[in-house]
């Protein structure tokens, strides 16, 4: 059976805390940016169209190229008037 090679020992928690960062990390971007669509979706509802509009523009930061964020971010402008 082929052995890996060993890490030194002080290498060892550096490795497993940057592994675990990447780890959690990874998730909560799709979170983060369905928090803020859904955020939006809710103040569209209550017609609080710039806070939407807002959370809108943070959603497309954090995923320019999203579709649905560009067209609900287009019919709150439309149903704000601008």
């Avoid at 017609?47 to 579709?67: C, E, G, R, T």
Wanted: hydrophobic share 35%; charged share 20%; net charge positive.
């Amino acid at each position: 059976m082929k052995q890996f090679p060993q890490l030194r020992t002080g290498c060892r928690p550096k490795v497993f805390l940057l592994l675990l960062g990447l780890w959690l990390a990874a998730p909560s971007f799709g979170q983060t940016v369905e928090s803020y669509r859904q955020q939006a979706i809710e103040l569209s509802r209550h017609k609080s169209w710039d806070q939407a509009i807002a959370s809108y523009h943070k959603a497309l930061d954090l995923k320019p190229n999203d579709p649905d964020t560009h067209y609900n971010l287009a019919l709150t402008l439309k149903y704000k008037g601008d």
